[in-house]
């Protein structure tokens, strides 16, 4: 080919450039910057993938989805259907966890093109005689495309189309049997492929919807006083898993730092015998692979994770890269770390705080590579015990390539791991880490409280570009985040914030025994953190504490894992509720949510004002489903048992809080 | 470097990767299709750059913007501004049209970052003596970066720093000096360089600001009935440049083909002695590269264009890849026609539609590179008369990759030509023929005609993605399209439509006489072709016809030319207009255009209601200018001299279309 042509023309993959591939596939979606991250789905799920696909002129083209197992040769492919404005669909049903390939394919259909105008003239009654001589010439060209078998069957239409008889002639050329036959042996001589190829990582079911539950094992203990083990913690898993959580999150299990320990309520010095906080990781004893020698045995921690998998339970890690000052790293890498003019090494500060018991790596060390394989294996130390899902503390204080390069190769070796972001960071940030790997993110849930917020957010979530890549992770409280609205310590309030989280969001999770408790008290007026923080001191919970919501989150965790269309979150739909007509209500909120496969529909509404009954009249979008405004439906409220007959898309509903914040509809149209 | 890492971690040019290099930079602005197509823009503007950038952590950081000609070695780099949210902008003055190259680069910058926590520790009373310390080792490094002389001044600022004197110390750590000395020799070592190179196509004056007039030279002759030429046309100039036309567009000026010439009215058959219609193109005398006799000589047409040249005009060629059945190549390349089985060539049809006058070039001929070297000659060989600027004639009909080879290839060696598509046709082909490199695009301005029609459409041009690649050329009429709107012959409707087209767009045209004229008849009921039209006979057009437009065109061209704002379709804003209290006119609409520099500001405000008296409360947006709702300011009506002292935001406005059906405000605010 001449070089001339080169240089100013686009390269197409796979093939030598061909000016005759007229057909443009563009504006391909999902593709997340310019096809340099990965879309994400999770097992099983229908992967959908859109593109602009046109061409110059009036020929008719058609398109296809091709998709691969990374590295496989040879794509499997399906026809795209054409959605309007030159936007074409396609889909997927993806497989077990790993990466996938997928790109685009479109060509002109000359036949088809042919055989629409041929129509178009008989109709204007128009002769037709050298049109069916064309045709049968397309005809031919599929004959040589086409298998034994089918050849034969397409030679007969040639030689039909070109009957003397015209009525023969144009009813062969219509038949629906030929065209068959001509989509089946597709002239791609000159298709066109999209110039790249995307990249999709389909994860573990539970990237996907998972219900999380975080405890801090020293609190277990047998006994009052006592440091809990993992054996304690064991005895709890039937609770837990009755509840209906099947993540169960430890903060990090090492040894603790013995140097400028932190006391209770984060006093900065520990009394003799304080256990320190847990993220001030190392001492003598080792470090982020050791365990704990009071939370027991590594022996001990596998058999608690082995015996927790029976319980449909995956205990997650959570992986925190800071050291205490104590942490063999700081003798046995110390260019790790960045070193002051008096020979100390700098501690964490944030001017003019200071947090001296925790030592940042420093990213920018010269000797970043062996840093990273180090930080690396952490992870594969722990997946050696059988731990799978990791919630990684800060990601957003770490460097971005290391976690882009971390994940993906972790990912190469065991596809189904899940990585937890928690970073209560700045937007831009957050997208990054789920850019470059992280499956979940924490999110803003917490300090997103009215109508109005909760719904920007969850549109901003559901919308792309976040829906491909980012799964927000929705939390009412953590040990680190006791919310505003939560410090009344109003139980329907820890209802409401329950409810919201659990149906809003497909992965969501709780800091318990303090959600299930109303654990409600700051350390201080204006403060997010716990009075006599877990993170600080051993606790003891009486599980069984009057004005518990236990009962609830185990009704609730129930509703979702019998309903799939809570365990997605981005089919979602707000509704309209109002409180007078034209007046949309400001404490009710409702939204719709549906299945995959369409055939379970919930729709949540929920009372915001935890202080009195609200009512208003809620528009069901029944144009949703292709129903009139006028049909006739039930619902069934899941919290309740109480079955409504709804006749039209307007309804009354009222939330008593006293009852219950909320209803839980499940919505039957047929 | 360990292969391991090249696999999964991002490629960054010009460069090794290193994991040191913290910064992200990403969802840059220009960047079409992921950099496939250059951004676009016109000699002597600022161009504008953002991305987000930002970093793991809490360091500060600093940006440049890098700019060069494509394939000039070494960058011109500026600092970039924060925007918020980790949005980062940059900007350069493009120079003359060419190609270019732009990219971003950021870097951490830890002497800032050192600078600000130093800064807060000093307010709130800490120890600072160790950070002086560590930030005179910083200072240490830029000496080592410094030329001679800066190294001595930061030599002796290492060295305060570290005195013994805090007070000292401190001031020399904080001194502004000290500051511009470091951010002069940044630390690079570990900046990040966006991973693409993005281009830019700087593009003549023209292909951003153009004020378009058509006519065809057969209908110019001396005398009543005599085939108009070039040199008839050559009297005509002073008085199209008297309107304020900067560019003239021609339609095809070759040999018009014989077999089944279209005759008046578009009659299937032509009388004898009938002309045609020029896009039929090709017979004996020769194709594209050929004059048509009538019109004159290749000599003839050169002398034109060169004397149009004097006026400060602009002569446009229209092509048009079509054959008449005469045309030479049907003999001399025949491959690159479709032939039918009975040994004739395929004609142009739309089932059940036939042109039988033209053939189409088929564009999947195998002989494809030869065509396209042929179709780029035609460009090639008019340039070489001097014609710089082309209409292209139905480009969606031919295919796309040919066009982004032949514009680029032809953009190499004539940076300065200017391509117009008239392209009536989808969303995405229009926008894909723009990515592809035309300069400009006919528009659906013509059939936007309410003010919610004409306010859309403008957002959706000046908002991104169009607004970086996408000029709309805004036509009130065309040869082929005669608006329902127009057909009354309201002369104030007309005049309605030539301020909107002339303001709303810095690139507008009309196809003349017939607007000037009022020209309205159509060629049936609903029909869109003028009655006679000039496409297929000569027409005789008496200028100073009683109700003619053109003191009117003459004016606002004049305005248009001396007020830069009106030189520049993006910076617009819609403003206010209520009819009564609360409720916003539907007849009455106004917007605000700006100079890049902001010395220039113009207020259009267009009566829509061509057939009475309108009034409103116009809402002038002084919170653009960051002035207070309550500014005093002056507007003077460019259309008829009167000026208003308004005192404030709000302001009355009345429109009354048998004066001027608007206004065209220059806005004074000091």
Request: proline share 5%; charged share 25%.
């Amino acid at each position: 080919m001449n070089n001339a042509f080169r240089r100013a023309v686009p390269q197409y993959i796979n093939q030598e450039f061909d000016g005759r591939q007229r057909v443009v596939i563009e504006n391909v979606s999902p593709e997340i910057d310019g096809g340099k991250y990965p879309a994400k789905t999770v097992e099983g799920q229908c992967f959908f993938v859109e593109a602009d696909i046109f061409v110059d002129g009036a020929d008719t083209i058609t398109a296809e989805l091709c998709f691969r197992t990374l590295g496989s040769t040879g794509w499997q492919c399906s026809l795209m259907e054409q959605q309007g404005n030159d936007r074409w669909q396609g889909s997927i049903t993806v497989g077990l966890p790993g990466r996938y390939e997928y790109t685009v394919k479109a060509r002109v259909d000359h036949f088809q093109t042919w055989k629409k105008g041929l129509s178009k003239k008989i109709d204007a009654g128009q002769d037709v005689s050298l049109d069916l001589q064309i045709g049968a010439l397309y005809i031919d060209e599929g004959v040589k495309r086409a298998g034994a078998a089918d050849a034969a069957k397409l030679t007969l239409f040639a030689s039909r189309t070109r009957s003397s008889d015209a009525g023969e002639a144009i009813a062969a050329a219509l038949d629906v049997q030929l065209a068959i036959l001509m989509e089946r042996y597709p002239d791609n001589a000159h298709a066109s492929l999209y110039d790249k190829v995307l990249a999709l990582t389909v994860e573990q079911k539970k990237a996907g919807c998972s219900t999380w539950y975080e405890l801090f094992p020293r609190s277990w203990g047998s006994e009052p006083g006592k440091h809990g083990n993992f054996n304690d913690c064991r005895r709890q898993l039937p609770m837990i898993a009755g509840m209906g959580f099947d993540v169960l999150y430890l903060p990090p299990i090492h040894p603790i730092g013995y140097t400028k320990r932190k006391g209770k309520n984060n006093a900065l010095v520990a009394a003799p015998g304080e256990p320190g906080s847990c993220w001030a990781i190392g001492n003598r004893d080792g470090g982020h692979k050791a365990v704990h020698p009071e939370l027991g045995t590594l022996e001990d921690f596998t058999a608690f994770v082995t015996e927790a998998e029976k319980y449909g339970i995956s205990v997650a890690l959570d992986i925190a890269f800071q050291c205490s000052p104590d942490h063999p790293y700081v003798i046995e890498h110390p260019q790790w770390f960045t070193w002051r003019p008096d020979g100390t090494v700098q501690f964490a500060e944030n001017p003019p705080k200071r947090y001296e018991d925790i030592l940042p790596i420093n990213f920018e060390s010269a000797d970043w590579q062996n840093l990273w394989i180090e930080l690396k294996s952490i992870f594969l130390f722990w997946i050696g015990t059988g731990v799978k899902i990791f919630r990684v503390d800060n990601p957003h204080t770490k460097a971005f390539p290391f976690w882009e390069w971390a994940i993906s190769s972790i990912r190469e070796e065991y596809p189904d791991t899940v990585f937890l972001a928690e970073a209560f960071t700045r937007p831009k940030l957050m997208a990054r880490l789920a850019k470059v790997g992280y499956s979940q993110s924490y999110s803003y849930f917490t300090w997103r409280n009215t109508k109005q917020e909760l719904q920007d957010y969850m549109i901003d979530l559901t919308s792309a570009p976040l829906k491909h890549f980012m799964r927000a992770n929705f939390w009412p409280n953590t040990p680190d985040i006791l919310h505003e609205e939560l410090q009344s310590g109003d139980r329907v309030k820890f209802i409401i914030r329950l409810v919201l989280a659990a149906t809003l969001s497909s992965n969501y999770g709780m800091y318990g025994p303090a959600y299930e408790l109303c654990e409600h008290l700051p350390v201080g007026e204006g403060k997010e953190e716990y009075l006599d923080s877990e993170k600080y001191e051993i606790r003891q919970w009486d599980l069984d504490r009057p004005g518990n919501i236990r009962a609830e989150i185990t009704r609730i965790n129930r509703i979702r894992k019998e309903n799939s269309a809570l365990q997605q979150t981005c089919d979602i739909t707000f509704v309209r509720i109002e409180a007078s007509p034209g007046l949309e209500h400001n404490q009710l909120m409702a939204y719709v949510k549906r299945s995959e496969d369409g055939s379970n529909i919930i729709l949540t509404v929920v009372n915001l004002d935890q202080s009195g009954k609200q009512a208003g009249w809620l528009r069901f979008p029944l144009e949703l489903f292709g129903l009139s405004h006028l049909h006739p439906f039930k619902v069934e409220d899941l919290l309740n048992g109480l079955s409504y007959n709804w006749s039209g898309e307007w309804n009354y509903v009222e939330v008593n809080p006293w009852n219950m914040p909320a209803h839980i509809f499940r919505v039957l149209l047929a």
